[in-house]
């Protein structure tokens, strides 16, 4: 995979970055047919791939070979491209493979999802276990299609981790008060408490990421659609992110969109 010393400055600093032509134009057609095979959307079973024995038992049990095989050939293609050890240095620290899943999202007016960020318990009002921080995930989100404002891309405000980072840090160590913050909105709200604003800039020591963050992302209450993040990706096209930082998967209203994701961190899944 073509990842250079400045993509990990990105990744670092952005939280974010492209990687044009991950697959060939043969690796993406036949991954293309494998994920439409299923033909799922996202969050549904069939959308998820074998990662560990325990996954291929289970689907040996059932005779379903061919999710087998797929799973062999998606899983040989993130040894090819070194997609574990990226994510080695991204961490710092062994990480594993937590999941593999490919899915369609129709074309639509709508958003496939807003702004948001993960690891933030989809704005519940009350939370009974706080995360741990640093069980959060880089994802390798690969597009079998076209994508592009409006049509949808993964939308990424930069430097967003960083706070979101400092959030996650405050709430485990009962620095700060939980109060929902997965949407822009909200998350715009928790950041300008005053108690809260005073612990993240402690914990970053840099304000103007704060007040940077803060500007950029006025258009959540205005009520006004942005494009400022957005960028094209033809098929075979990758990106890296931080699932920290604040993104969202804009509207699919020219095609259909279909993608392929890797997800690591630090703890091994026991789930796929």
């Excluded at 600093?13 to 043969?26: H, P, R, S, T």
Aim: hydrophobic fraction near 35%; glycine fraction near 4%; charge should be positive.
């Amino acid at each position: 995979m073509n990842i250079n010393e400045l993509d990990y400055k990105k990744l670092r600093d952005d939280g974010f970055v492209k990687v044009d032509n991950f697959l060939n134009e043969e690796q993406t057609n036949k991954i293309k047919d494998i994920v439409k095979f299923y033909n799922s959307a996202k969050g549904q079973k069939e959308t998820h791939f074998c990662i560990n024995n325990k996954s291929k038992i289970l689907k040996l049990l059932k005779l379903d070979f061919k999710k087998i095989k797929d799973s062999n050939y998606l899983i040989n293609m993130a040894l090819e491209k070194k997609l574990n050890d990226i994510s080695d240095r991204l961490f710092e620290t062994k990480s594993y493979l937590n999941m593999i899943d490919g899915y369609c999202s129709p074309k639509s007016n709508n958003d496939v999802l807003p702004w948001h960020i993960d690891q933030a318990y989809n704005d519940r009002e009350v939370v009974r276990e706080i995360h741990i921080p640093n069980n959060f995930k880089y994802k390798f989100f690969i597009f079998l299609t076209d994508v592009g404002p409006n049509n949808g891309c993964t939308s990424y405000i930069p430097g967003s981790h960083k706070i979101t980072y400092a959030i996650r840090k405050g709430l485990y160590n009962k620095n700060l008060t939980y109060s929902p913050h997965w949407s822009l909105k909200n998350l715009r709200l928790f950041i300008k408490k005053k108690e809260n604003y005073k612990f993240i800039l402690s914990f970053l020591k840099d304000e103007n990421l704060i007040t940077d963050f803060l500007e950029k992302t006025k258009f959540a209450d205005l009520g006004v659609v942005s494009n400022n993040f957005d960028y094209k990706a033809k098929p075979g096209d990758a990106i890296i992110f931080n699932e920290g930082g604040v993104h969202k998967g804009s509207k699919t209203s020219l095609n259909d969109r279909i993608v392929l994701r890797y997800l690591y961190s630090v703890k091994r899944s026991s789930i796929f």
